[in-house]
């Protein structure tokens, strides 16, 4: 009978020491990204790629793929916090205060901080709070994006006896992330039904003390008709609100 031990024992040392061709190659392959600079390529033995793709490429689309879950507007998927540039007093204010609310996103969760971005056209409201929807979803938070006038039409299409979604589904919907974004307030009809419809999810999210940023060009006095008492008082409980009262950057040469 052989002694196995003993068989094993006879293969030399360098021999015995040879890699797997599933091991992983110590040294890894410099690789160039044409975006980001050299990364590094990890292979296994057999030449298996194991790290395929530039890794900040590989963050960057998934960043896009939670902007797009996060229905961010095209337009807006490039813009941030760090690309909105300050001219004029009252951008670098608003520019810090979503700084802040976005710089200390445990306690705008704790506290269920509401923002409310008011003013004139083209001064940055939805530029800055898709900005600040970003810095959620770069912390691993989850955020939304919706017009007024398409949340009243989400939840207006449950009703109908073909819908695929019920109301209560399309509720926890844009109840559930952390951060909910409503742009565009006072461009609906303004019926009393569309004043219950928002009623009932700014007063879902309350509840749960998530926070909501309401975009609107109309003023403080303009938002509270529009929204009505119930739901402007909800809003105002932990509010900050920021005007923008500047000229538009749309059309700057
Ligand atoms: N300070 C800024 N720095 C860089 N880009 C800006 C700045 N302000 C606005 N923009 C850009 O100008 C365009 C208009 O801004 P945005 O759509 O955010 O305006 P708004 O206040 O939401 O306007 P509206 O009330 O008409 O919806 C966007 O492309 C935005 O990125
Ligand atoms: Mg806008
Ligand atoms: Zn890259």
């Known amino acids: 009978m052989v002694d196995s031990r003993k068989a094993e024992n006879l293969i030399p040392f360098s021999l015995r020491d040879l890699p797997e061709p599933g091991d ?11 975006h980001h600079g050299k990364w590094k390529r990890q292979e296994t033995m057999d030449g298996q790629v194991i790290s395929p793709d530039c890794p900040q490429c590989i963050q960057d689309r998934r960043m896009a793929t939670d902007l797009g879950r996060a229905a961010i507007p095209p337009r ?27 710089g200390n996103i445990k306690r705008t969760l704790a506290e269920g901080q509401n923002m409310l971005l008011i003013g ?21 938070h989850t955020a939304l994006y919706v017009r007024t006038a ?23 919907e844009l109840t559930d992330p952390d951060l909910l974004v409503i742009d565009e307030v006072g461009v609906q ?33 303009g938002i509270k008709k529009v929204l009505g008492e119930r739901s402007s008082d909800r809003i105002r409980e932990c509010c900050r609100v ?7 950057w749309r059309g700057k040469a």
């Open 120 to 140: 004139s056209v083209g001064t940055g409201k939805t530029h800055l709070a898709c900005g600040v929807a970003r810095r959620f979803l770069e912390s691993g």
């Open 150 to 172: 398409e949340l009243i039409s989400m939840v207006r299409e449950t009703w109908r006896p073909d819908s695929k979604k019920t109301e209560r589904r399309v509720m926890r």
């Open 242 to 248: 920021v005007q923008f009262n500047w000229q538009s």
């Open 189 to 221: 009809a303004n019926t009393e039904n569309e004043q219950q419809i928002l009623f009932n999810v700014i007063n879902g999210r309350n509840e749960q003390m998530r926070p909501v940023i309401l975009i609107s060009n109309l003023d403080a006095e």
């Open 24 to 34: 992983i190659r110590n040294q890894p392959v410099m690789m160039t990204c044409e």
């Open 76 to 102: 807006y998927q490039h813009r941030s916090l760090e690309t909105y540039q300050v001219e004029g007093p009252g951008q670098k204010q608003a520019l810090e205060v979503c700084q802040t609310y976005a």
